[in-house]
Each structure stands twice: as structure tokens, then as C-alpha cells.
């Protein structure tokens, strides 16, 4: 039973960290624009199908990753060039459709270039379980779990030591003082769609070869991305970590334990739960509604 | 005068069948149509005038016709019957709902609402031995109303455009009555409609279940005019499809939400030809017109409409 249990949190913990990043790439666009970006999950299977083709392509492992991730980077800055640059400053529902837009869109990309086939990328070390107690542990969940907690630093280190991250912080602030002490909150703006862009290729590309990607895979990891974000407390970059890694753990127990085929359910009623109890996340800002 | 836009509207419907008769777009689409803008117009009643977002609104559309199915087909109820069950028993889910979920706002409601909806749809898939699971439930009788059965395409039309234009005609009333101004100003500011002596959260929950009846309503027609109910037909993608309808035809206009729903349906008839391309023609659709029409296809032409007219009358 033990045995089990650490199973499930071995599985959930993996899961789970796709979750956060996918996450933090929710907040940190959220912080800059106020934009929740319906697209997140569509980066996430732009990074790995981009990848897989290279791969097929004929580019080694490493090449095909590094490519594949500019690539979606560069379709992160196009998406916001084009569809929220002109829309700035609308309000919350007609930028959800834009971004929902921008998904299916991206997603209608995807089937005309790859097809409604399910595909998969060769994991990065081997396939041989390691024994860890009683629980087996695949070598990508390793890779998983340290290349997040790597790129996760990363992007802390970004946002509280250097000039650029802070400024993308105060733009999370407050936009209009930002800019009075001499941001320029446009580049800002790119920097963050940019970032999690990568952010979300990256997850993509470091889930494939354990679950397998297709045009539509996009779609549940952004829903679950976003609950990340919530249960954190929306614009919150590490509240989003948190919240993706107890979401992944928390599905893969509920799935373990209760029944499978209710695994998103179980996800989604734990982030009711939250909400209803703190209405803005664990980790939220408490704000005051102005008059 | 209120009701001009009614009238027109049920003099088209009626006149259509006649003009283009055995059409399949007006027999066929314009069923389907009539549906989502029965829909349509019950959750722009809670995002137009009261200003809160449901992902999640399919839930409803789909619990009022698994309601209508199950209870049919297994326990052998009247049509009628069925449709009142489905009704109360959405009803009491939305009232139950209401309180926590209108708590939220903005993003939060969004990320409930959506999250509701997937709990639903989920439920529907999984639980075979009610829902039939993922096949569905097949066999739904045709509705039958005091003997006389619904069972011809011509008939479907009647009916369902007259609970169309029932359901445009309430929506109207509503959004002119106490209930609906004492929503808009809930809509500019809860605080500040809180100071004028609205119970905030009275509107809120009350708006939230007459717009979940409309999508239950809307459901049973749609189970026993199908004679089929799937889980597909209520997933994410619908919840979004309906968002979608209210925002492209213009918020807070009944007119501008029903627009927005045939608008829809006839794009969606209309991007089949294009096969695997709909859905980016799809997703480009929709991002070119909350980019560059905001308010939305109906209220934002409609505005232009009337200023070139005054411009015109002003230049002769």
C-alpha cells in the first residue's frame, strides 16, 4: 500500500510539474497584460510536435528540442503582436476569445501539418525503470523533474535579481507607474509571451515521451495549466508552481485510488474546493473592489 | 415598439418555410439554429446584463437533455414530464451553485464555471450505467404535445421557433423589468449597486438559474429532436461555442446574442466545405472580430449603421 502511494506520488509529481510550468507561463503573461492566454496549452503541443517532426526530420535529440522551442517562441511574439497588442486594454471576456481564438487557430495549424495521429518522442536516456523503494521511476521523469525545478530557479533568479525581471514585476504592479519611471511596458509585454512560450514548448517537450502528443493534447494540459495558476492565486509565478505540483499529485492519488476515468474530475472539483474557500487562490492577492 | 424586433422576427420565421419550402437550410439549420439562440439569449442574460462569465453553461444544455433522455428511454415518462423533471432538477443545481460560484469574479468565475463544466461532462462519460458513457443514449421518442407528436422536420420547425421566439420574448421582458435594470447596475458595479439597496447576491443567483433554465429547455428539445444525446455534444468546445455566440453578436442585447447564434450555425454550415481548414478559418474568425468589432457583429454594425444614417441625413 505504501508501495503504492509513493507511486502515485512519483507519477503525480512528474505530472504535476508539466502542470507548473505551464502554469508559471500563465502567470507571468497574466502579470504583464492582465491576459489570461487561452493559447498556453497550445505552445505546450507546438513545442512537442515541432520537435517530433524535427526529429524526424533527421535533427538530433538535443538540436530538435533547442529548434522546436525558438520556434514556438517565435509564434508566442507573433500571437501577441498581432492579436493582443490591437486588443489592449479590452475587457476580460473579448480578450478570452481572442485567446481561445488564437487556440483553435493554432490547433487548426497543427492538424493540416501533422495529421490527427497520436505521436511520441524517444525519451532522452533509455526506457529502464529505476527502483526507487518500492516505486518505479522512469529516467524522463527524472529528466522532468530536474529540468523544472531548473528552468523554475531560473525564472525566479530573473524576476528578483536582474534589472529586466524586476521591471516585468512592476509592470504586474502597477502598468501606468511602470511606465512613468521609464519601462517600456510594450517590450515587456513580448518578453513575457515570449518567455512562456518557451516556457510551455519546453513542458511540451519534456512530457512527450511520456504521454503521447497530439494537435488536440494542448487542450487539457492548458485547462490544467490554468487551474494551476488559480489555486495559486492568479499572477503569483511560484503560487502557480505550487499549485500545479498539488493539482498532478492530487490526480494521480484520486486516479490511483478512486477511479481513473474520474482523474479530471477529481482535478477539477479539488480546484472548486479552493476557490470556494479562498475566492482568489491560495496565494492571491486579497484586492478591494474600487468605486 | 418594444416588441417590433419580436414581431419581425416571428414574421421571418414563419414566412421562411413557406418561401423556400423542403429547404434543408431553413428545416434543417434553422432547427438547429433555434436552439442555440433559445441558448444563447438565456446565458447573455447573465453575461450581457449581469456581467459574469460561464465556461461551463454546456452543463446545463446537457443535464436538461440527458434528463430528457434517461428518463424517457429507461423509465418510459412522458416527454412533458421529463422536460419539467429536467428543468427542476437544473434549477436546483444552479440555485445550489449560485451562492459560491457568483462569488467570484473575473478570471476566478471563469476557471469555476469551466471547471463545472468539465466535472459535468466527465460525469456524463463515466457514468455508463446511467449515461450510457461515451456512445450515448439512442431511442429518445419524439416530443409529444397533449397527442399530438412532433415527428416530422416541418413540425420540429414550428415548435422549436416558437419556443425560440417564447424565449427572445421573456429575455426582452426580463431585461426591461426590475430584475434586469437592478442586474445592469450590478453589471457597472456590484459595490455601488450594493449602496443603492440591490441584494447583489439575490440578482446574481436568480439570473444565474433563469439562464441555466433556458440552456436546460433548450436541451430537452434538443434530445427529443435529435432522438440521440451524446456526451460530444456538451463538452468544453460547446460552453465555449456559447461564450463565443453572446460576445461575436454584441453583450447585453438579446437581438445581438441571437445574431451571434445563427451567425454561428451558418458559418459552421458554411466551413464545411472547407473541410480540414474550418478550424483555423475558425480561430481566425473569431480573433478578427474581437479585434476589430469588439462590441460585437450585431451592436457594432448596428452603431455604424446609425451613425453613417445620421451622418446622411445631416450631409442632405
Redesign the interface.
Known sequence: MLDQLLQFLVTGITVGSTYALVGLGFALI?NASDV?NFAQGEFVMLGAMTAIALLAAGLPLPLAAGVATLLTVLVGLLLERF?IE??LG?????T???T??????????A??LWGKDFHSLPAFSGTTPIQLGGATLLPQSLWVLGLTVLLVTLVRAFLNRTLLGKALLACSFNRAAAQLVGINVRVMLRLAYGLSAGLGALAGILIAPITFSSYEAG?MLG?KG??AA?VGG?GNPMGAVVGGLLLGVLESLGAGLL?S??K??IA??F??MV??FE???LFGHKVA?R? | MRLAGLYACAAVAAALPILFPDNYFVTVVGISAGIRVILAVGLNLL?GYAGQ?S?GHAAFFGMGAYASAILTTRHAWPALLAMAAGLAVVGASAWLLAR??L??????L???T???G??VH??M??ATRWTGGPDGLAGIPPLNLLGWSVDTDLRWYGVVMAATLLAVWLSLNLADSQVGRALRAVHG????ARMLGIDTGRAKTRIFVVSALFAAFAGSLFAHQQGFVSPDSFN?IVS?EL??MV?LGG?ASTFGAACGAIALTLLHEGLVVFE????????????AV??FL?QGLFVGLSQATRRLWRAARRGG
Not at chain 1, 479590452?90 to 473579448?94: E, I, M
Not at chain 1, 481561445?100 to 487557430?105: D, Q, T, V
Not at chain 2, 480540414?276 to 480573433?287: C, F, K, P, T
Open positions: 497574466y489570461v492579436a490591437p486588443a479590452a475587457p476580460v471576456v473579448t478570452i476569445i481572442i481561445i481564438g488564437a487556440a483553435i487557430f493554432l490547433r487548426g495549424v492538424m493540416l487542450v485547462l490554468f487551474s488559480i492568479i477511479s476515468g474520474y479530471d474530475a477539477f472539483v480546484v472548486l476557490l470556494f475566492p482568489t487562490g473592489e468605486v | 453575461m462569465i465556461l459560491p460560484i462569488r467570484l469574479r473575473g478570471h476566478y471563469a476557471m469555476a469551466l471547471g463545472f468539465i466535472i466527465v460525469v462519460v463515466q458595479s456590484e459595490f455601488a468544453l465555449v461564450v463565443t460576445v453583450m480540414d481548414y474550418e478550424m483555423l478559418i475558425h480561430g481566425a474568425l473569431l480573433m474581437m479585434i469588439p
